[in-house]
């Protein structure tokens, strides 16, 4: 079992905008902006999306955003597109004996 | 260019040892921070290990603790992970990644597959 907790799946029309939860506690997400998002495409490695909870990094579309609120971060993807369509993990800075822990990840689907 | 190449997976049978080797370039391998992250076939990320710009500071995930050692040469900008008595759990592709400042995993290599199997 992951320690923080993502949806399954989600799934949205091109052009609509989602949002993927990861719900962690106040010794992860909620005690720390030091979450982290990253895709992931069918064999490829993972590519950060959004660190510090809502940083772009260079390159990245401004179409991705993160936010948090309490012990759950979001990532946000508007105006979806079909090379959205891919894993998403978050990840965030932990005070446990583990200094890095993943959610289980979350399918998007573009329909 | 950021550049991290995983070396090394294979097919090992249970009990055997494998070492994995990450060669860096494009960027300052001795100032950073890096880290092992696998993923087993068709599940999620699972942190692994991470060891600081100097080894001064090494951690282990539970799972591998007492059979894996992380470990790095700042001449040869590489990073390194060798697993002793591994089991069929630890198949997976292993990835090397490094951390910029408090971002962990700004920069991923493209992983090297390991399957431990009879």
């Known amino acids: 079992q992951s320690a923080l907790t993502q949806p399954a799946s989600v799934s949205g029309s091109p052009g609509q905008s989602i949002t993927i939860s990861c719900t962690g506690t106040?010794?992860?997400?909620?005690?720390?902006?030091?979450v982290s998002w990253y895709q992931q495409h069918p064999g490829k490695a993972p590519k950060l999306m959004i660190y510090e909870v809502s940083n772009r990094p260079s390159g990245v579309s401004n179409r991705f955003s993160g936010s948090k609120s309490g012990n759950t971060a979001s990532l946000t993807i508007s105006g979806l597109q079909a090379e959205d369509e891919a894993d998403y993990y978050c990840s965030s800075y932990t005070s446990s004996s583990t200094p890095w822990v993943f959610g289980g990840g979350t399918k998007l689907t573009v329909l | 260019e950021v550049q991290l190449v995983e070396s090394g997976g294979g097919l090992v049978k249970p009990g055997g040892s494998l070492r994995l080797s990450c060669a860096a370039s494009g960027f300052t391998f001795s100032s950073y921070s890096m880290n092992w992250v696998r993923q087993a076939p068709g599940k999620g990320l699972e942190w692994v290990s991470s060891?600081?710009?100097?080894?001064?500071?090494?951690y282990y995930a539970d799972s591998v603790k007492g059979r894996f050692t992380i470990s790095r040469d700042n001449a040869k900008n590489s990073l390194y992970l060798q697993m002793n008595s591994l089991r069929a759990e630890d198949t997976a592709v292993y990835y090397c990644?490094?951390?910029?400042?408090?971002?962990?995993?700004?920069?991923w290599g493209q992983g090297t597959l390991v399957t431990v199997s009879s």
């Open positions: 060891i600081s710009s100097s080894s001064s500071y090494i």
């Open positions: 990644a490094r951390d910029v400042l408090t971002v962990r995993g700004a920069d």
């Open positions: 106040s010794s992860d997400v909620g005690g720390y902006n030091y």
